[in-house]
């Protein structure tokens, strides 16, 4: 059966993975909320993101820094000249596009590859859909005004003045308040170059074409790391960073087949990158980036040391080198590749066709899973003693507890939020204390002692 954004979205709504923002008012375009089960969804991720990147790493450690930051941040890094979407309205129907999104779209339409569309000027936007007698998508004429350039920081005030001297942003990336702490990070833990700084926190874009789900709104979450290494040894660490983010989504359920990696050719590279790799994941709409792998050298650290005056130059004791480090900085975005998840856990399972039953299934990974397990007694009369495992089990994990109906529609009701193990505890249960666990994806059943389901699915979530 086909997979389609509309079913997703509607699953997510109906069991409280993620509702429209502010639904009572009529909503805040493109603004979702995360329900019970959208938050266990994403604080698992971004719990498996700190796992590999940062408790099991040896090079890495965690910062959390502020949203607001001193305005002269995005001077140095380049946010308040560049930070720029090219507009273009469609004369015709009044319909505004982003003129780099309506070119890769006919690209995509039109199956043309090695194009460097990032890498284009205005000028070069506009001449290249005139000649190309690119059709906006939603009237088919090819009438546009110039493009013009659009801010995406947005912006707000700081104290009791609404003048221009008050006014900073909400940050748009993470990265740059970790390189603002480079030198505090590695005088207070003593680190040796290389080393890595990671971390998750909300950024804000007011982004023109926000849409596809939660795919591009204008508030989300990253994950970013920062690898500061010696310059000359930087292709070396993207590779390695390249193949553990590779790995990472693998090892939590991604399918290999819905992703592709996308390495920048020379010309499509930014002026300051030896090397960019896009993961790209294949959406219900289409192949889109997920995580952005890129050698940004040592373009960041110099703008922050041109820019405050303040030397980001690392001293090396073993060779008696002074160097500004070269970056390497994979950048994720948390809500982004929950959908990707959630896309591809997505399963129907036609169980009887005449009787129209279809079983759906999201088949996540147990490390995703917003409940690892369902206690489920098989009887009412039985409650009480399945309570006590319920309570005994809440201690480690997100455990839910379900006595209503039948057993097949409770073991349903679990398939369909990702629930990997359901306990029934049965009228054996009391003389033997034991359970019977059922796998979601395998169905089988296996008896297992309640004293021992702790490491038993402890186990099972390791990835
Ligand atoms: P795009 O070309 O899709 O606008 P980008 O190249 O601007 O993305 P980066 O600045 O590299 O994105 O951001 C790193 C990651 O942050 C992206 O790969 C994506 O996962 C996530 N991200 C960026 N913008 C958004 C957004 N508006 N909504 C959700 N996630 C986002």
Redesign the pocket.
């Known amino acids: 059966t086909e997979k389609t954004m509309d079913k997703l979205v509607a699953l997510c709504k109906g069991r409280g993975f993620v509702y429209a923002g502010s639904e009572i008012y009529g909503g805040l375009a493109n603004s979702w909320d995360y329900g019970p089960l959208g938050v266990e969804l994403k604080n698992n991720i971004k719990r498996a993101w700190w796992r590999k990147f940062v408790q099991e790493n040896p090079y890495n450690v965690g910062l959390d820094s502020a949203i607001l930051m001193n305005p002269q941040v995005w001077v140095a890094s380049g946010h308040v000249a560049t930070f720029n979407d090219p507009l273009i309205d469609c004369k015709a129907c009044k319909t505004r596009h982003r003129a780099d999104k309506l070119v890769e779209e006919w690209h995509t339409a039109n199956n043309i590859t090695g194009v460097a569309v990032e890498a284009m000027t205005n000028d070069a936007l506009v001449n290249y859909i005139k000649e190309k007698g690119i059709t906006c998508p939603n009237c088919g004429k090819a009438e546009f005004t110039d493009i013009r350039k659009f801010n995406l920081m947005f912006k707000t005030f700081q104290g009791v003045t609404e003048d221009s001297a008050a006014q900073i942003y909400l940050r748009p ?1 993470t990265a740059q308040g970790i390189f603002v702490n480079f030198k505090n990070i590695q005088r207070t833990t003593r680190r040796k170059v290389p080393f890595g700084v990671a971390q998750v926190g909300k ?1 804000f ?1 007011n ?1 023109i074409t ?1 849409g596809n789900f ?5 508030e ?1 979450e ?1 994950m970013e790391l920062e690898f500061f290494c010696k310059p000359g040894t930087d292709l070396e660490w993207f590779n390695y960073w390249r193949a553990y983010c590779h790995d990472w989504l693998l090892k939590l359920g991604l399918k290999e087949e819905s992703l592709r990696l996308r390495d920048h050719e020379k010309e499509e590279l930014s002026h300051y990158s030896n090397a960019t790799t896009d993961f790209e994941f294949l959406f219900p709409f289409g192949w ?5 792998v890129a050698d940004r050298t040592d373009y960041d650290l110099k703008a922050h040391q041109t820019t405050s005056g303040e030397s980001m130059e690392y001293f090396d004791p073993e060779t008696n080198e002074k160097y500004i480090p070269y970056v390497i900085e994979p ?3 948390a ?3 929950l959908l990707a998840f959630l896309i591809d856990a997505y399963d129907e399972e036609i169980v009887d066709a005449e009787k129209n039953d279809t079983r759906v299934v999201l088949r996540l990974a147990p490390a995703l899973a917003p409940i690892k397990c369902a206690v489920l007694p098989l009887s009412k009369k039985l409650s009480e003693q399945a309570e006590a495992v319920y309570h005994q089990l809440q201690k480690h994990f997100m455990v839910d507890f379900d006595d209503a109906g039948s057993i097949g529609k409770r073991y349903r009701r679990q398939d369909e939020i990702g629930t990997p193990y359901c306990l029934t505890f049965d009228f054996d249960s009391v003389e033997d204390g034991c359970v019977t666990v059922r796998d979601r994806d395998t169905m089988t059943q296996e008896r297992v002692k309640i004293g021992e389901l702790v490491p038993y699915l402890e186990e099972k979530m390791a990835f």
């Open positions: 990336e950024s874009r982004e926000p939660i795919f591009r709104i204008r989300f990253q889109g980036e997920l995580w952005g950048s994720l975005g809500d982004r590749v």
